[in-house]
């Protein structure tokens, strides 16, 4: 694997790339099927990413007729590729950005890319991890009991295909514009599954929607199609001021402890959940100002919901929904323990990235635990024990042993899908009882 320091490539080769890249674009989705390529042979000189597999994703974003939605991740790549050229842009250089992944740490950037057409990669292995999101939007196009819209199977597609590119934008340039596209879209794949769970109580408190103040309630396929299409209508120095205008609550964590809240208080009784969510989450996730918001104006226009829609729900209603979210649970805390990299226990820190391949060993394990609780049908054949579909992205088998957040990025991927699978069927127990309080 070739190593190099940051802006470390002679001038020859940016000439050269400049000049073969004028002739390699050619079909809509060739550019990103070049750029899986180029992370199949990164780690395997000998093979290419699947035909097969991309003909799958590229029939994924086609299924519901959604204009440009392959022409966009094209766009995204070849900015990448335009972006590396240019060194960046003035105040955003790239390999620019400091941050704690061990791959950042250890200067592990290399070339990707062929002969005369190679660009610097500054996390090989978070950068290609982030094929899983690719692969769990097969997921949704391919799941056949939801119940919700249409329009939002679209959006939820759209957001894993974003998340993708979005991340691999991040981890590949360490740019300002690649963090906050990542960020944005790593808010939006949590806002998604608190929105269609708040949306089956039929609330209209902007305050509950947003998870916030003055912020405008758009529904979550708004918010992804902007997103997914901003690589096609944007030029990266534009990026940041149009993300920073979207009407959404950019606080990850605020947006996670608020769904946390509202499914511990739809299932369990308010004593435990005052204790578990304001006294041990809130603190330990939310900063003083996101405190106060989540204490004074969030809960109690969560209690007010709570008392319209006779929450908890009855054992023989909640209890079988309560078991899946149990097991989405499962599968999201063993994939955040590997997100920032470090354990929440102390004593253990120091042995870390040792237990990071026990933790790819394990996840198998974990993940058949969670699937036996959440019972969301994998409709991606290969699981984790079944090698005919390949590995869940190129390189994984190193990667998810060298690399924490790698292996984050691929479990991170199937967690969300399976929390989507779960809210769905949340809302419709939620529309159902609404239905027959209005019957009563």
Not at 120 to 138: D, K, L
Not at 203 to 232: A, C, H, K, R
Not at 307 to 333: H, N, R, S, W, Y
Request: proline content about 5%.
């Amino acid at each position: 694997m070739l190593q190099a320091r940051r802006g470390a490539w002679p001038n020859s080769i940016v000439l050269a790339n400049v000049l073969v890249w004028q002739f390699v674009l050619g079909d809509v989705g060739e550019t990103t099927k070049m750029f899986l390529d180029d992370m199949s042979l990164h780690f395997d000189e000998s093979t290419t990413y699947p035909d097969f597999l991309y003909e799958e994703l590229s029939n994924c974003m086609a299924k519901w007729g959604v204009e440009q939605l392959e022409e966009t991740q094209d766009a995204a790549f070849q900015k990448f590729y335009d972006y590396y050229l240019s060194g960046g842009s003035r105040g955003d250089a790239w390999g620019g950005r400091e941050e704690d992944f061990l791959e950042s740490k250890l200067n592990k950037s290399a070339l990707f890319g062929t002969t005369y057409r190679t660009y610097e990669v500054q996390e090989p292995c978070n950068y290609v991890s982030n094929v899983g999101f690719y692969r769990s939007a097969i997921r949704v196009c391919d799941y056949k009991t939801w119940n919700i819209p249409v329009s939002d199977q679209i959006a939820l597609m759209q957001t894993f295909i974003t998340t993708g590119t979005s991340s691999c934008w991040f981890h590949g340039s360490m740019t300002n514009a690649g963090q906050q596209f990542d960020a944005h879209m790593v808010a939006i794949l949590i806002n998604n599954a608190y929105q269609i769970l708040i949306r089956g109580t039929g609330t209209n408190s902007t305050i509950l929607w947003t998870v916030g103040q003055d912020i405008e309630p758009i529904p979550f396929p708004e918010l992804v199609t902007d997103i997914t299409y901003m690589p096609l209508n944007y030029g990266v120095p534009e990026w940041i001021p149009f993300l920073l205008e979207l009407q959404m609550q950019r606080s990850i964590n605020l947006i996670i402890v608020a769904l946390l809240a509202f499914g511990c208080y739809a299932f369990l009784p308010s004593s435990i959940c005052d204790c578990l969510v304001q006294d041990v989450i809130a603190p330990e996730l939310l900063n003083e100002v996101e405190t106060d918001f989540f204490v004074n104006q969030y809960i109690p226009e969560l209690n007010m919901l709570i008392e319209t829609q006779d929450f908890p729900l009855p054992l023989l209603q909640g209890g079988p929904l309560f078991i899946k979210l149990m097991g989405v649970a499962i599968a999201f805390i063993w994939a955040f323990v590997f997100q920032k990299e470090q354990l929440p226990v102390p004593c253990l820190e120091g042995d870390f990235f040792n237990l990071t391949a026990l933790g790819a060993i394990k996840s198998p394990l974990v993940d058949f635990l969670a699937s036996l609780l959440h019972g969301v049908h994998n409709t991606d054949d290969r699981g984790f024990f079944d090698p005919r579909r390949g590995h869940p992205y190129p390189g994984s088998e190193f990667c998810n042993k060298q690399s924490p957040h790698a292996l984050y990025h691929e479990r991170a991927a199937d967690a969300v899908f399976e929390l989507y699978a779960v809210a769905d069927e949340v809302e419709q127990l939620f529309i159902q009882r609404s239905n027959h309080r209005r019957k009563l």
